[in-house]
């Protein structure tokens, strides 16, 4: 038995794969309209259209109607307390955060957030390169499973692999939570190239010395090089730096053209690129190309500024 915290478009496409095997998932919303329409069209017509759910999923807005067994934690990052917060009953559920991002008023991470909020509570994290709609729509996707407790990674890998979503383990939870984070700055900045027209070479760069910075600072945190390299760092970096279907690509896009960008749309890399320059400057990491992103989403900086700030730094080895 499986639970779902958050019925966004990935918290809906997970317990729609989940439940095609035949586990019984419940999908949990806070929204009551949103929670009896779902039950009664058995489709979640607002987040994640066209995608019928199979007989095995549930859906509840009742926090205390959760099955014992693992419950994924699948709301933004800049929400994840106060989901917890608010949802008292979940206390020994192993707890799976599905979130990318760092938390801006601590700059603390998913598992860490989790950790506060349930000090000794079983924590992994789902995390790496897939869409939603692929998900839900059959599409084959391999995501990482981070978990520090080895034993308990094992058994969460076993119980969330589905027919179309392959999951690879790994005890690296800093590598993979990091990873996850900033490849979503990374897409940010990639989507501002593209937007103002400065071309495919100048996203390969971006892309390239993005990873450099995220390397950079999950190592000075103590993650492993590997994980950097998987599909939680690498590979998550790739999708979201060149897919259209990324609304953190689309976002700086939006900023590259000028235009207006809906608010109403989660875009984790924003509030991230401010929470990862207040850590790097504390930890004094240089993160030109995540400060570049902070100015493009404050208004303080252009495009173009932007370009001649990241060309104009000293020569190095790269
Ligand atoms: N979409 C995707 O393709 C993927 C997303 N992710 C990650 O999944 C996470 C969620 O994203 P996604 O599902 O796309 O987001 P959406 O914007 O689709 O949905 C967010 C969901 O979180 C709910 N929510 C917000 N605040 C709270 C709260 N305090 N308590 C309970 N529920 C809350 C919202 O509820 P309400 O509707 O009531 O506002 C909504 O259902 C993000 O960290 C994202 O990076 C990861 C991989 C793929
Ligand atoms: O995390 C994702 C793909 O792995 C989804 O990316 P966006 O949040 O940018 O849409």
Redesign the pocket.
């Known amino acids: 038995m499986i639970s779902v915290?958050?019925?966004?478009?990935?918290?809906?496409?997970l317990a729609i794969s989940m439940a095609r095997g035949g586990t019984p998932v419940t999908l949990?919303?806070?929204?009551a309209d949103?929670v009896a329409r779902m039950q009664a069209d058995r489709v979640n017509a607002?987040?994640?259209p066209d995608m019928a759910f199979p007989e095995a999923l549930r859906v509840t807005g009742d926090i205390t109607d959760l099955p014992d067994g693992p419950a994924l934690l699948?709301?933004?990052?800049q929400?994840?307390r106060?989901?917890l917060i608010?949802?008292p009953a979940l206390r020994d559920h192993p707890l799976v955060a599905?979130?990318?991002?760092i938390e801006l008023t601590t700059t603390k991470s998913p598992s860490q957030v989790i950790e506060e909020e349930r000090p000794g509570a079983q924590i992994a994290l789902l995390?790496?390169?897939?869409?939603?709609?692929?998900?839900a729509r059959r599409l084959p996707t391999a995501l990482t499973l981070a978990c520090a407790d080895d034993a308990l990674g094992r058994d969460l890998q076993q119980r969330l692999t589905t027919a179309n979503l392959r999951l690879y383990r790994t005890t690296d939870v800093t590598g993979a939570e990091i990873g996850?984070a900033l490849k979503?700055v990374m897409a940010i900045a990639c989507g501002a190239a593209i937007g103002a027209g400065l071309g495919e070479s100048a996203r390969a760069a971006l892309m390239t010395r993005g990873y450099a910075e995220m390397q950079r600072m999950a190592l000075a945190l103590g993650a492993r090089p590997e994980t950097l390299a998987g599909l939680s760092g690498f590979g998550?970096l790739t999708l979201t730096c060149t897919s259209d279907?990324?609304?953190n690509y689309r976002f700086g896009r939006s900023i590259g053209q000028g235009d207006d960008f809906d608010p109403?749309?989660?875009v984790?890399g924003a509030a991230t690129a401010r929470a990862v320059q207040a850590q790097a400057r504390e930890m004094q990491i240089d993160m030109p190309i995540t400060d570049a992103v902070v100015g493009l989403i404050g208004g303080d900086l252009k495009v173009p500024q932007v370009m001649d700030l990241l060309l104009s730094r000293p020569l190095k080895e790269e």
Not at 5 to 13: K, S
Not at 74 to 77: G, Y
Not at 98 to 101: D, I
């Open positions: 915290i958050g019925a966004g478009a990935f918290g809906t496409a949990w919303a806070r929204d949103h607002a987040r994640l699948s709301v933004p990052m929400k994840l106060q989901a608010d949802a599905c979130c990318k991002g995390t790496g390169p897939s869409f939603a709609q692929d998900i996850g979503n998550d279907l990324s609304r109403a749309i989660t984790e």
